[in-house]
């Protein structure tokens, strides 16, 4: 990575379970109309339907580039909390990864020199924003920078506390806006 841009971008994991099945009747009775959805929490839960009629529930975000230990369990909790009319249901999967996140959780593009192009900072919004960067890229690359430029322009600051405390500060500003979700 270049080193210019190493401290814009930190490591964020992010989780799904999904349920077991529940039918057709209990899932519609769920969420209306199937709708993929989130709350407003800094830490955001983030939940949808599965074709077969299984709860997809993504939380359980990891600041510390560390999986969460106990991460069904620590997962099941946090569904609950949203949805108590599942108590009644296991988890059959399980999974996650890292994503990029930046400061001000927008995408980060840019150029170093003349012909390095970057595309980094996703902030968990990658499946949406990924085809779409590709796009301006080669359009870029192409010599029509116009709507490149225009996410090229957005400001990024590098993460505060340098190469080691970059990583702690994060933990303990996310640990204060978890609280702060928790309590209001």
Do not use: C
């Amino acid at each position: 990575m270049a080193p210019e841009l190493t401290g814009r971008i930190m490591p964020v994991g992010t989780y799904i379970v999904a349920t077991e099945s529940m039918g057709p009747e209990r899932a519609a009775a769920l969420i209306a109309k199937r709708a993929a959805a989130s709350d407003t929490n800094f830490v955001l839960d983030y939940f949808r339907l599965s074709a077969d009629h299984r709860l997809l529930f993504g939380s359980g975000d990891s600041y510390s580039a560390a999986t969460p230990r106990q991460l069904v369990g620590k997962m099941q909790k946090q569904m609950l909390a949203v949805f108590p009319q599942l108590a009644d249901l296991g988890i059959d999967y399980a999974w996650g990864g890292f994503v990029d996140v930046t400061m001000n959780r927008a995408p980060d593009f840019g150029r170093i020199g003349d012909n390095i192009y970057f595309l980094q900072g996703f902030s968990g919004h990658g499946l949406a924003l990924t085809g779409m960067a590709g796009k301006l890229v080669a359009e870029a690359i192409n010599g029509q920078a116009a709507r490149f430029d225009l996410f090229a322009r957005i400001k990024h600051l590098p993460f505060p506390g340098g190469a080691w405390m970059r990583t702690p500060a994060l933990v303990l500003g996310m640990w204060w806006f978890r609280m702060r979700d928790l309590l209001l």
